[in-house]
């Protein structure tokens, strides 16, 4: 019998489906209000597509690492509805070290590119290092994507120099670590509300915004897989802080453990079952109050995201004419 995690299921399996959809239909309504653009986040939900600019990514495998390729990925995840383009040039598990140098070849020309190829959309910065943060905020980014929690505090004197968005993620160990028997007092739910809550008011004492932040629970950072599910199930204890929710869910672990999926289709394509757990999980987590969804595939992200977005009276269908003519 498999080992059952101290912290599994902390909270019985369904005692969270307390919400109804009239209770999601009046949820807050956070706003995102970046130089570049403001998106009203109430009964909105903006979906953040992933440009992976290394080498040795768990998805793609560096399908997207020459520039070129990074470039017109970007603009195929515009063109498919992504509200935010996030780019990284550190993988965010273990692997072979980055340098800043390194890092920053990466980003920058990327985010020159895209920028010059997509004047409109809001690009995001997946790093934890200030120097990187500061060149691609100059270069045209407007969001820094910080997973690891204030590992560099110098990140956040970028973010208000540049005055730029944040995101306040909670890691839970050691930047690009894996997690090893990991356990939360009282329990994992409480621990990432409290994290995440230091580190926004860190940030507003800083002299960020408080309409610029956005909190992400960080799914499978330093998690178990019954970490990430109580975290979905319990999301609007996070919501409840008032700021924006990022869940970051796409393909990963605790998705693949749950359905006992592969990353991977047969031939060693990208995808396979657990794109539609992700999908799953993406309309579960704005059910509970999540605001924004990092994902890889985009096009069915947004298909999802607005049929839910109807589906709870958020939004019209794009086109009626069904007994009307």
Same mark, same amino acid.
């Given at each position: ?5 101290? &912290?599994?299921l %902390?909270?019985?399996?369904f005692?969270?489906a @307390?919400?109804?959809? +009239?209770d999601?239909? =009046?949820?807050? %309504? ?18 953040? +597509?992933?440009?992976?600019?290394t ?18 990925? +970007?603009? =195929? ?12 040039g ?12 390194d ?5 920058v ?30 270069? $045209?980014? !407007? ?5 690891? $929690?204030?590992? !560099?505090?110098?990140? #956040? ?5 540049? =005055? ?22 009282p ?16 940030? #507003?004492?800083a002299?960020?915004p408080?309409?610029?932040l ?5 799914? @499978?950072? =330093? ?9 979905s ?5 996070l ?13 990963? &672990? ?5 359905l ?17 757990? %992700?999908?799953?999980?993406a309309?579960?987590?704005? #059910?509970?109050?999540?605001?924004l969804?990092?994902?890889?595939e ?28």
């Amino acid at each position: 019998m498999a080992e059952r995690h101290p &912290d599994a299921l %902390s909270v019985p399996l369904f005692a969270a489906a @307390d919400r109804s959809a +009239g209770d999601a239909a =009046q949820r807050p %309504s956070p706003v995102l209000d970046l130089p570049r653009r403001r998106i009203a986040l109430g009964t909105r939900t903006a979906v953040m +597509g992933i440009v992976n600019r290394t080498p040795d990514s768990f998805y793609d495998r560096g399908a997207s690492f020459a520039l070129d390729a990074a470039v017109a990925r +970007g603009r =195929q995840l515009v063109a498919e509805g992504a509200d935010i383009v996030d780019v990284g040039g550190v993988k965010g598990g273990p692997g072979d070290e980055v340098s800043v140098a390194d890092e920053l070849d990466r980003i920058v020309p990327f985010v020159e590119a895209l920028r010059d190829a997509e004047p409109d959309v809001l690009l995001s910065v997946d790093t934890f290092r200030a120097p990187v943060a500061d060149a691609a905020l100059a270069a $045209g980014a !407007d969001i820094v994507n910080d997973v690891t $929690g204030l590992h !560099d505090p110098e990140v #956040l004197d970028v973010v208000v120099a540049r =005055q730029a968005g944040y995101v306040a993620m909670h890691h839970g160990g050691r930047p690009r670590t894996r997690p090893y028997r990991r356990s939360y007092t009282p329990d994992v739910t409480a621990a990432v509300v409290r994290h995440c809550a230091e580190l926004t008011d860190r940030a #507003l004492a800083a002299g960020v915004p408080a309409e610029r932040l956005i909190v992400d629970p960080g799914h @499978d950072f =330093q998690k178990t897989t019954a970490h990430s599910l109580e975290l979905s199930r319990r999301l609007p204890e996070l919501a409840a802080l008032g700021f924006p929710v990022l869940v970051a869910l796409s393909n990963k &672990d605790f998705i693949g453990e749950t359905l006992d999926a592969p990353l991977e289709h047969a031939d060693g394509t990208p995808g396979g079952r657990r794109v539609d757990g %992700s999908l799953a999980a993406a309309v579960f987590c704005i #059910l509970r109050g999540a605001h924004l969804v990092r994902v890889h595939e985009v096009r069915r992200t947004v298909d999802a995201v607005r049929m839910t977005e109807a589906l709870l009276g958020w939004r019209r269908p794009a086109v009626e004419v069904r007994g009307l003519e």
